[in-house]
């Protein structure tokens, strides 16, 4: 089994950035425990975080005709209006699984809209670092 997990913008900020809503652990250090996670499982990784919305298209499209089993993907504003990722995820044929470290439909109305979840697999919101442990397991318990 391989999993990409994607960041897009000023998830390299994670630790410094808002800690009250973020917390201070760094993106490497989230990272970090994910391989170790992902080591004991026996799954593959990939760790991918860009600021730039066409790099992550294109990361997106590098997934199509490989062998990779699904994306955990937090990609930061991105998900409030971006069409182009959204397109993009349509694309591959490879499941995506949406995570977000705050709980967006808690906040501001203008996070409430979510473009990119309307071809996500699925939304995980709100549960801190631990989003993307919770979008991996439910990309395994898929596969199970
Ligand atoms: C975020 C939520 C987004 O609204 C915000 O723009 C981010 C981080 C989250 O992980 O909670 O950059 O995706």
């Known amino acids: ?30 990272n970090q425990r994910l391989q170790a996670e992902c080591d004991k499982l026996g799954v593959e990784t990939e760790f991918y975080q860009s600021n730039i919305e066409g790099e992550l298209v294109d990361k997106i499209h590098s997934t199509y005709g490989t062998n990779y089993d699904g994306i955990v993907f937090n ?11 959204s397109d ?17 439909f808690a906040r501001e109305d203008s996070r409430h809209q979510m473009t990119t979840a309307k071809n996500s697999l699925g939304v995980i919101s709100g549960f801190g ?13 898929r596969k199970a």
Do not use: W
């Open 129 to 141: 670092e631990q989003s993307y442990f919770l979008g991996l397991y439910a990309l395994l318990g």
């Open 75 to 85: 990609p930061g504003a991105y998900s409030h209006y971006s069409l182009a990722l």
């Open 1 to 30: 089994m391989k999993i990409l997990f994607m960041n897009g913008p000023n998830l390299n900020m994670l630790g410094i950035r808002e800690k009250q809503i973020y917390g201070d652990m760094s993106l490497d250090t989230i």
């Open 88 to 104: 993009a995820i349509k694309c591959i044929n490879i499941p995506v699984v949406e995570v977000h470290m705050s709980n967006v």
